[in-house]
């Protein structure tokens, strides 16, 4: 881990220069990179920090261009065809940090326009038309001066005393890149004082100067990086050396190497030397011979941390059976390593790694398939083989050596069974972290895992596995990241991963986040981007130590099953990575993209049995209230009144529509018992005649010489409507007369409507003499005003009867 972060470190050391030109969040940047400019463009806006002008076609900067950018930390003007510049031409810009002005045709090294640009950084003036390194007088000037880059695309002469002006400062890094050089002065670079040189080393032809060069390089800092080691060329690309070579030999060799022994013999001063102590070679083209005389004589050497990228191995020729180290390397990182011949015995390439003696082996990028087994007494404790073509088929199964190995690193291979993955690791007591992401590894079958027990933290990333991997893990982990696999549910029967600390489950097709009854110490999960609808928080009951989730980027189906886990937030103290921008509800339609944030349910739309104690209650109530106001108020005779009084009121507008027979006299007629006399004297009639309503009363208007019958019925003619006041009395004695006269008028008989029935006092069933037919038929209808006794209730009653008879009467 420690290491890992180290080299981390180192690249971003590495990239220490670069990093202190790149913008920050808020600088003004003008980027006319790439824009076919032939000048620099007028009216830059004036508060400009950052200006990109590079890759166009400027030939000439006018002294007037950069004056009003006085905020300009950053320019670029590299791959122009600047080929002059004006001395101090920077003088207004006294916040310029960055200036880039490789791969322009400027001659003149002196560069008197550096004059007055005295907060300057970092410099880049390579690949210009110089013909000499014999920097100027403004270089002394430059006080902050951290970088610089120098060289020509010229043949150059690199004398004595060059760099003197810069001799006297404390630099970060000075790249020197010679490619082309006609004379080289002995010490010339060693009057440098940096901490980090990078020299991009002559090509083959000018073979002369490179041990001078090596020698002083060695001998001038502490990190140390050499470019442009090629002593093989190309068959294609003749040259005269190899041309014999590569004819005699066309069918075998694609590259001829030559003058190969030169770099041997040059590199062998690196014995004499203590201070390199990080040593980069880049852009190699060597035989494999020549490649690991090198290697042994780094390896002998003060060198702790060796790299090597960017190599390609030409010829190999005999290959070496390796040889043994005297002492051991700190780190040994490759990086694409490419065989160009197809057909040489690999397995001598391969036997390498069984002798090396290094802590830290990094192999990146190198389409490496196999790996030797080292021999016992080797000290790797980290090897990282990311990005190469490695297969889980042979790979360590058997290998019992690397017992002090850390950290593991597979990552960006083609591991296919985990289980050969554990199995390889069951000798690797110090094994700690293993990173196997991003392969395709699958677990089908269901098998113990023979894991050691000391891996603590496992990347299984971007792989295949389901969950079936849960059954497959080694049991003290602490750290466990199974992002992007197949993962349909955490199985509840497991093994229990009691130290298990920090689980990575993102990106994969989880329905439910994982209880924690299996990992109880949780603190860290991370489930977003997963397949959750509508989890629920009760997961959390489990992960008692739970400090920090991720569950964005989830498909929220925003109902009420979610609002336990929408509150999650404000009820518990657990930090909700993402939130509350990444989790939003994906359904239903109408709330698509909301914040589960906004999303708000009240606790009576979610809860069932508050919703039914709610509404059971209120039907409770009402139904009290309802029997309350029926025993009290006797609602239903009221409502049985006023339906009757509607009906009523209806029938008597219709009567009114049409023609009224014009013989009516009386408004009613009323019949009754005379035990009720008293009744409908000082009540009904007094009542209906102070409303001026006329009634005829057989009594009162009897006409003499007629019989009863007649009478009545003469009664009934004239009048609009008949009250019967109804009483067991009446029923007993006078209902007789009636029922032979709605026999005898069989038509009229059926106007029941003309009929108006009071019941003064309640009439049982029994009462009814059964072949009164029609008396029966009305009472089962109901349709009869019931005298109430209850005050209030009269004037309804009145009301109503005086509706169902109060019509306009045209006659006198
Ligand atoms: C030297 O190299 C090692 C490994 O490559 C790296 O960790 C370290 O940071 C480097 N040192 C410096 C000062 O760059
Ligand atoms: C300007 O744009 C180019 C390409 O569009 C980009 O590569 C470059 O980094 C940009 N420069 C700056 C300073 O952002
Ligand atoms: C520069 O100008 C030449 C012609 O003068 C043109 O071919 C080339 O594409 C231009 N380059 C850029 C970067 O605009
Ligand atoms: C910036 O430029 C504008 C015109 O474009 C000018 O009026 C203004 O004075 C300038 N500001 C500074 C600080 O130079
Ligand atoms: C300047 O621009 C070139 C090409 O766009 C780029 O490669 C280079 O890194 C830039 N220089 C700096 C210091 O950013
Ligand atoms: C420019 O530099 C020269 C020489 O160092 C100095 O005398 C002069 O004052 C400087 N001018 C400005 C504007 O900084
Ligand atoms: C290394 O350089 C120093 C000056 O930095 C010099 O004194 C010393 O003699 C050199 N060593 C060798 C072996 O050249
Ligand atoms: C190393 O230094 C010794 C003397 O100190 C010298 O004899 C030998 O030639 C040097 N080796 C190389 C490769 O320069
Ligand atoms: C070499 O690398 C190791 C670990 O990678 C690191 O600790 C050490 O500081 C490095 N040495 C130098 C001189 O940077
Ligand atoms: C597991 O490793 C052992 C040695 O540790 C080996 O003998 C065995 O063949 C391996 N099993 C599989 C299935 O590869
Ligand atoms: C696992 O590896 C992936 C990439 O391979 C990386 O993004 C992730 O951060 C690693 N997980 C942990 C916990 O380090």
Same mark, same amino acid.
């Given at each position: 881990?420690?290491?890992?972060?180290?080299?981390?470190?180192?690249?971003?050391?590495?990239?220490?220069?670069?990093?202190?030109?790149?913008?920050?969040?808020?600088?003004?940047?003008?980027?006319?990179?790439?824009?076919?400019?032939?000048?620099?463009?007028?009216?830059?806006?004036?508060?400009?920090?950052?200006?990109?002008?590079?890759?166009?076609?400027?030939?000439?900067?006018?002294?007037?261009?950069?004056?009003?950018?006085?905020?300009?930390?950053?320019?670029?003007?590299?791959?122009?065809?600047?080929?002059?510049?004006?001395?101090?031409?920077?003088?207004?810009?006294?916040?310029?940090?960055?200036?880039?002005?490789?791969?322009?045709?400027?001659?003149?090294?002196?560069?008197?326009?550096?004059?007055?640009?005295?907060?300057?950084?970092?410099?880049?003036?390579?690949?210009?038309?110089?013909?000499?390194?014999?920097?100027?007088?403004?270089?002394?000037?430059?006080?902050?001066?951290?970088?610089?880059?120098?060289?020509?695309?010229?043949?150059?002469?690199?004398?004595?005393?060059?760099?003197?002006?810069?001799?006297?400062?404390?630099?970060?890094?000075?790249?020197?890149?010679?490619?082309?050089?006609?004379?080289?002065?002995?010490?010339?670079?060693?009057?440098?004082?940096?901490?980090?040189?990078?020299?991009?080393?002559?090509?083959?032809?000018?073979?002369?100067?490179?041990?001078?060069?090596?020698?002083?390089?060695?001998?001038?800092?502490?990190?140390?990086?050499?470019?442009?080691?090629?002593?093989?060329?190309?068959?294609?690309?003749?040259?005269?050396?190899?041309?014999?070579?590569?004819?005699?030999?066309?069918?075998?060799?694609?590259?001829?190497?030559?003058?190969?022994?030169?770099?041997?013999?040059?590199? +062998?001063? %690196?014995?004499?030397?203590?201070?390199? &102590? !990080?040593?980069?070679? /880049?852009?190699? *083209? $060597?035989?494999?011979? #020549?490649?690991?005389?090198?290697?042994?004589?780094?390896?002998?050497?003060?060198?702790?941390?060796?790299?090597?990228?960017?190599?390609?191995?030409?010829?190999?020729?005999?290959?070496?059976?390796?040889?043994?180290?005297?002492?051991?390397?700190?780190?040994?990182?490759?990086?694409?390593?490419?065989?160009?011949?197809?057909?040489?015995?690999?397995?001598?390439?391969?036997?390498?790694?069984?002798?090396?003696?290094?802590?830290?082996?990094?192999?990146?990028?190198?389409?490496?398939?196999?790996?030797?087994?080292?021999?016992?007494?080797?000290?790797?404790?980290?090897?990282?083989?990311?990005?190469?073509?490695?297969?889980?088929?042979?790979?360590?199964?058997?290998?019992?050596?690397? +017992?002090? %190995?850390?950290?593991?690193?597979?990552? &960006? !291979?083609?591991?296919? /069974?985990?289980? *050969? $993955?554990?199995?390889? #690791?069951?000798?690797?007591?110090?094994?700690?972290?293993?990173?196997?992401?991003?392969?395709?590894?699958?677990?089908?079958?269901?098998?113990?895992?023979?894991?050691?027990?000391?891996?603590?933290?496992?990347?299984?990333?971007?792989?295949?596995?389901?969950?079936?991997?849960?059954?497959?893990?080694?049991?003290?982990?602490?750290?466990?990241?199974?992002?992007?696999?197949?993962?349909?549910?955490?199985?509840?029967?497991?093994?229990?991963?009691?130290?298990?600390?920090?689980?990575?489950?993102?990106?994969?097709?989880?329905?439910?986040?994982?209880?924690?009854?299996?990992?109880?110490?949780?603190?860290?999960?991370?489930?977003?981007?997963?397949?959750?609808?509508?989890?629920?928080?009760?997961? %959390?009951?489990?992960?008692?130590?739970?400090?920090?989730?991720?569950?964005?980027?989830?498909?929220?189906?925003?109902?009420?099953?979610?609002?336990?886990?929408?509150?999650?937030?404000?009820?518990?103290?657990?930090?909700?990575?993402?939130?509350?921008?990444?989790?939003?509800?994906?359904?239903?339609?109408?709330?698509?993209?909301?914040?589960?944030?906004?999303?708000?349910?009240?606790?009576?739309?979610?809860?069932?049995?508050?919703?039914?104690?709610?509404?059971?209650?209120?039907?409770?109530?009402?139904?009290?209230?309802?029997?309350?106001?029926?025993?009290?108020?006797?609602?239903?005779?009221?409502?049985?009144?006023?339906?009757?009084?509607?009906?009523?009121?209806?029938?008597?507008?219709?009567?009114?529509?049409?023609?009224?027979?014009?013989?009516?006299?009386?408004?009613?007629?009323?019949?009754?018992?005379?035990?009720?006399?008293?009744?409908?004297?000082?009540?009904?009639?007094?009542?209906?005649?102070?409303?001026?309503?006329?009634?005829?009363?057989?009594?009162?208007?009897?006409?003499?010489?007629?019989?009863?019958?007649?009478?009545?019925?003469?009664?009934?003619?004239?009048?609009?409507?008949?009250?019967?006041?109804?009483?067991?009395?009446?029923?007993?004695?006078?209902?007789?007369?009636?029922?032979?006269?709605?026999?005898?008028?069989?038509?009229?008989?059926?106007?029941?409507?003309?009929?108006?029935?009071?019941?003064?006092?309640?009439?049982?069933?029994?009462?009814?003499?059964?072949?009164?037919?029609?008396?029966?038929?009305?009472?089962?209808?109901?349709?009869?005003?019931?005298?109430?006794?209850?005050?209030?209730?009269?004037?309804?009653?009145?009301?109503?009867?005086?509706?169902?008879?109060?019509?306009?009467?045209?006659?006198?």
């Amino acid at each position: 881990m420690v290491n890992i972060f180290s080299f981390f470190l180192w690249i971003i050391m590495f990239q220490f220069c670069h990093s202190l030109c790149f913008p920050v969040a808020n600088d003004i940047v003008i980027n006319y990179s790439s824009s076919s400019l032939s000048t620099v463009p007028k009216n830059l806006p004036n508060l400009s920090q950052i200006l990109d002008l590079s890759q166009n076609n400027i030939t000439e900067i006018h002294l007037q261009d950069f004056v009003p950018l006085h905020q300009l930390k950053y320019l670029n003007l590299s791959s122009n065809k600047i080929s002059n510049l004006a001395p101090a031409l920077f003088k207004s810009n006294q916040k310029l940090e960055c200036l880039d002005l490789s791969k322009n045709q400027l001659s003149n090294i002196e560069c008197h326009f550096l004059y007055n640009a005295t907060s300057l950084k970092y410099l880049d003036i390579s690949e210009n038309k110089f013909l000499s390194l014999r920097l100027g007088k403004a270089f002394s000037f430059l006080q902050d001066l951290e970088y610089l880059s120098l060289g020509s695309r010229k043949k150059i002469k690199f004398q004595k005393d060059d760099l003197k002006e810069i001799s006297g400062k404390q630099l970060e890094e000075v790249s020197i890149k010679i490619k082309l050089l006609s004379e080289y002065g002995h010490s010339a670079l060693t009057i440098l004082r940096t901490a980090k040189l990078h020299i991009v080393l002559p090509s083959i032809k000018n073979f002369n100067f490179l041990k001078d060069i090596l020698d002083d390089a060695f001998n001038t800092s502490y990190i140390l990086t050499l470019s442009n080691i090629e002593c093989c060329q190309n068959c294609n690309q003749l040259s005269v050396d190899c041309c014999e070579v590569c004819s005699k030999r066309r069918n075998i060799v694609s590259h001829c190497c030559s003058d190969c022994s030169r770099y041997i013999e040059s590199f +062998k001063v %690196l014995g004499n030397y203590s201070r390199v &102590q !990080n040593l980069s070679l /880049q852009h190699l *083209k $060597v035989d494999w011979e #020549t490649s690991t005389q090198i290697l042994k004589i780094i390896w002998d050497s003060s060198v702790e941390n060796l790299s090597i990228s960017n190599m390609k191995i030409c010829q190999v020729r005999h290959p070496l059976s390796w040889f043994h180290f005297q002492k051991e390397l700190r780190t040994f990182t490759l990086s694409q390593i490419e065989f160009l011949p197809f057909y040489f015995n690999q397995a001598n390439i391969y036997d390498v790694f069984e002798d090396l003696k290094v802590e830290n082996l990094a192999i990146y990028e190198s389409g490496m398939i196999f790996f030797t087994c080292p021999k016992e007494g080797n000290t790797y404790k980290l090897i990282d083989i990311s990005d190469n073509s490695f297969t889980s088929d042979f790979f360590l199964q058997d290998c019992s050596t690397l +017992k002090s %190995l850390e950290t593991f690193i597979l990552k &960006q !291979n083609r591991f296919g /069974q985990l289980f *050969k $993955v554990s199995n390889m #690791t069951t000798y690797m007591i110090s094994l700690k972290h293993l990173d196997v992401s991003q392969n395709q590894l699958i677990f089908d079958e269901i098998r113990v895992c023979p894991w050691t027990n000391s891996l603590i933290k496992l990347n299984l990333s971007s792989n295949r596995l389901t969950d079936s991997v849960f059954t497959c893990l080694p049991s003290n982990l602490e750290i466990l990241d199974l992002q992007k696999n197949n993962i349909y549910s955490v199985p509840k029967v497991l093994k229990e991963l009691n130290n298990l600390k920090e689980l990575y489950l993102g990106a994969n097709k989880l329905a439910n986040p994982p209880d924690c009854s299996k990992f109880r110490n949780l603190e860290i999960l991370f489930v977003e981007a997963n397949s959750f609808h509508e989890p629920s928080s009760i997961f %959390l009951q489990s992960c008692q130590r739970l400090t920090v989730l991720n569950a964005a980027s989830n498909p929220f189906t925003c109902t009420c099953n979610l609002r336990g886990f929408s509150a999650m937030n404000k009820n518990t103290q657990i930090e909700m990575i993402g939130w509350p921008k990444s989790y939003r509800c994906a359904y239903p339609d109408i709330l698509k993209g909301t914040l589960l944030k906004d999303f708000h349910l009240s606790e009576v739309t979610c809860s069932t049995t508050l919703l039914l104690v709610i509404v059971l209650g209120t039907m409770f109530v009402l139904a009290i209230l309802i029997g309350l106001m029926c025993h009290i108020l006797d609602l239903p005779w009221y409502l049985r009144m006023i339906w009757q009084w509607t009906q009523m009121k209806q029938r008597t507008m219709k009567t009114d529509s049409y023609q009224l027979s014009e013989n009516l006299v009386y408004h009613a007629f009323v019949s009754y018992s005379q035990r009720d006399y008293s009744w409908v004297k000082e009540q009904l009639l007094s009542n209906l005649e102070e409303r001026n309503l006329r009634i005829c009363h057989h009594e009162r208007d009897f006409i003499p010489g007629k019989g009863i019958i007649e009478n009545i019925i003469n009664c009934i003619e004239k009048s609009y409507k008949s009250i019967f006041v109804l009483s067991p009395n009446f029923i007993q004695s006078e209902w007789c007369h009636y029922e032979l006269y709605f026999a005898q008028h069989q038509v009229l008989s059926e106007q029941t409507e003309n009929l108006i029935l009071i019941v003064l006092e309640p009439i049982p069933q029994y009462l009814i003499p059964s072949k009164y037919y029609k008396l029966k038929s009305l009472m089962a209808k109901k349709t009869y005003l019931e005298w109430p006794n209850d005050k209030n209730k009269q004037r309804l009653f009145w009301a109503n009867l005086q509706a169902a008879i109060g019509i306009s009467l045209t006659a006198p």
